[in-house]
Structure formats: structure tokens, C-alpha cells
């Protein structure tokens, strides 16, 4: 088992820039294809950006891209989403998740643990 545990969500104007932090304590971390997904008020949870084992390969929605940076640190096990540019359809809860692929993997039914989430609200 996998814990995992998000932090660093919270209110910021339009234009604005968060790092959202994730913490998954343990030997194993590193073996671990990690991504961030969020979910907004009556929607459903949307992948938002991915990362190898390594930190050689990442990916992003279409949404994100260019304005978010996913990154990570296996000495640290942490994870990390650093986002700029903020937009109001940015606001919403954002969850961490690790999967035991090798490669980055953009869906929910491909991440085997998740954190409880944050929330992100980016006001206009």
C-alpha cells in the first residue's frame, strides 16, 4: 500500500501561480508513474498531467499545457505541479495518484492509489 498525501492547494487571483506538492513516503517510490488529476464541482475527475518513474517523460491535457509543469524529486518521494497562469476553470479539487507503470499513463482506471486531494480555487 501506497500513501499518499497532496498539499500546497488554496486561493489565488486569475493569472496567479500555485506548486502543488505531493508526498508518497516509502523505498518504492521511485518505481511509481505518478500523475495529477482534478475534479471540479459536477464534472468528472480529469487527468491533468503525468510523469514517468524516472521524470524522463511527462505529459498534459491539452487544457494545461504550456502553463503547468509536472516534475519530481525520488530522492524527496515527492511530486510536484507547479502552475502558472491561473484561469477560474483551473478551480477545482486536485488529486495526486501513483501507478505501477513504467510510463506515464493518463487514465483513472491506471493509477492504483490516490491522495484525498486539495482544492484550488482561482478567483476571477
Request: charged share 15%; with cysteine.
Amino acid at each position: 500500500q501506497v500513501q499518499v498525501v497532496e498539499s500546497g492547494g488554496g486561493l489565488v487571483q486569475a493569472g496567479g501561480s500555485l506548486r502543488l506538492s505531493c508526498a508518497a513516503p516509502g523505498r518504492t517510490f521511485r518505481s511509481y508513474a505518478m500523475g495529477w488529476f482534478r475534479q471540479a464541482p459536477g464534472k468528472e475527475r480529469e487527468f491533468v498531467a503525468g510523469i514517468s518513474w524516472s521524470g524522463g517523460s511527462t505529459y498534459y491535457a491539452d487544457s494545461v499545457k504550456g502553463r503547468f509543469t509536472i516534475s519530481r524529486d525520488n530522492a524527496k518521494n515527492t511530486v510536484y505541479l507547479q502552475m502558472n497562469s491561473l484561469k477560474p476553470e483551473d478551480t477545482a479539487v486536485y488529486y495526486c495518484a501513483a501507478s505501477h507503470s513504467w510510463t506515464v499513463v493518463t487514465t483513472t482506471s491506471e493509477y492504483d492509489y490516490w491522495g484525498q486531494g486539495t482544492q484550488v480555487t482561482v478567483s476571477s
